[in-house]
């Protein structure tokens, strides 16, 4: 079972921060910090299992309902979302009650804004 707490900042552990976290982890990453890959030509990802003795794992499936969202262009679907606090026995106050959304990845091509002149009168 691994720990989902983040890792200590003032006293780090030996090896990557993160492997305590991480299911792919190797005995490597206990031990030594991971070099950076660059996977695209805008991303790095530092981690041991780009290295070419790292084993080779299988990535994992989305289910049905992930892969139909990614052909959506979901990013995130929040559905009937609540959340209530209760201040006191008689009083509940609903920061969010019933509320629905979805984030649809969209490409922006073009940005416009309003020019204000500035007078400093």
């Known amino acids: 079972m691994h720990s989902r707490n983040a890792p200590m900042l003032l006293d780090p552990p030996k090896g990557d921060a993160f492997a305590v976290r991480n299911e792919f982890a190797l005995a490597i990453d206990y031990e030594e910090m991971p070099p950076m890959f660059q996977v695209s030509p805008t991303h790095s990802a530092a981690t041991w299992l780009l290295d070419k003795r790292a084993p080779k794992i299988q ?3 989305f ?3 992930r892969e139909q969202q990614m052909k959506d262009n979901r ?6 979302l609540k ?4 201040l006191r026995k008689d009083y509940t106050v609903k920061a969010v009650d019933g509320i629905s959304f979805e984030i649809k990845k969209v490409k922006c091509s073009e ?5 204000v002149p500035v007078n400093p009168q």
Do not use: A, T, Y
């Open 59 to 61: 990535p994992r499936r």
């Open 75 to 80: 990013i995130l679907e929040v559905k009937d």
């Open 63 to 65: 289910s049905g309902k």
């Open 83 to 86: 959340q209530h606090f209760q």
């Open 111 to 115: 940005l416009w804004g309003n020019q």
